[in-house]
Nanobody
Framework: VQLQASGGGLVQAGGSLRLSCAVS????????MGWFRQAPGKGRQFVAA????????YYTETVKGRFTSSRDNAKNTVYLQMNSLKPEDTAAYYC??????????????????WGQGTLVTVSS
């Protein structure tokens, strides 16, 4: 299974970006998908997740109301729409996949496959 993240870039505070993660080599609709981020000098942290069906989503508190995760199972792609961006959102963003199960998809160790990361920089 391969994951290819894209869509990062430089944006001013208050702006928006949409990240995409294309998945190949597996049955996309069988995977729960997650987004994590890692700021310089910090560990990788959970941002958002979406279950295989798209009917359940999860967000860390700091992005609730600003970020939205969605998926298109026909395109084997998951998205992270990021609005009202803040300088503290600056990080490398990673998408991840795991075979769907009943456990909460909130930890890095819950995931089996990872993309390469895409850099988001928010200027003040």
């Amino acid at each position: 299974v391969q994951l290819q993240a894209s869509g990062g870039g430089l944006v001013q505070a208050g702006g928006s970006l949409r990240l995409s993660c294309a998945v190949s080599g597996g049955t996309f609709s069988s995977y729960d998908m997650g987004w994590f981020r890692q700021a310089p000098g910090k560990g990788r942290q959970f941002v958002a997740a979406i279950k295989w069906s798209g009917e359940e989503t999860y967000y860390t508190e700091t992005v609730k109301g600003r970020f939205t995760s969605s998926r298109d199972n026909a395109k084997n792609t998951v998205y992270l729409q990021m609005n009202s961006l803040k300088p503290e959102d600056t990080a490398a963003y990673y998408c991840a996949a795991r075979l769907a199960n009943k456990n909460y998809p909130l930890r890095t160790r819950d995931y089996d496959y990872w993309g390469q990361g895409t850099l988001v920089t928010v200027s003040s």
